[in-house]
């Protein structure tokens, strides 16, 4: 038997969504158990937001006399698009050069893909402020004011952590994570660009018993990372395939 949930039914959030049903009686002689075969789920949590407290930073052009805000947008960003915030800020302010034809600035981010890390170089008395924004952790710095150039501490995580997602169902028991019982169906590490949609569809499915006889109420479906933060989708719509058969 196939389950087909679309959030798009609802007017409830896409990535924590309850369908409830008027009758859906099963075999009470029968056990059941549940797996998802087909998913459509949008690559559009953000990792810079207002809610992470993370979405500004300041830097000055006189060496700490003066303090200039930058304010980020909640959106998906990499390390380049960070960079080019903080230099249009800066070319609205004033605080540039240009030097044969090209913009230039006095601070400047960028990846080494070779460490892993972030590079920010610093010249003519400018200083990045790292100190009054958690924005430092997706860059890999601690709470500091740059002053000369350096590299981050720490690796970049410019994904604010979500390394894996994990789809629960409230109908399926069975999974762990860690050492809690949970209602994990399935879980992936995103292999698509942001702003993409993800087709999901497990070579071969894993089943996981159900948690209810005789009849199904409802089934709530939720969206979080491995460290069971909600993955907040943004209104993008998502879609679960499942099937519900019998254990033999």
Known sequence: MLINLESSSTSQTTHNFVVNFNSFELDPESNYEIGLIQASIWYSWYNISSSFSNNQLRYSPDNGANFYNVVFDDGIYSVSAINQKLQSVMKANGHYSVVSGIDTFNISITPNYTSGKVNVEVSNNYQLDFTTSTLRDLLGFTSIVVSSTQEGTYLADITRGVNQIQVHSSLAEGSYSNSEASDILYAFVPNSSPSTL???????????????????????????????????????????????????
């Open 198 to 248: 993800i087709n999901i569809q497990p070579t071969f499915p894993v089943y996981l018993p159900i948690n209810t006889r005789n009849n199904i109420q409802n089934i709530r479906m939720r969206i979080t990372d491995q460290q069971q933060r909600t993955v907040d989708l943004n209104g993008e719509q998502v879609s679960y395939l499942m099937e519900l058969r019998k254990i033999k």
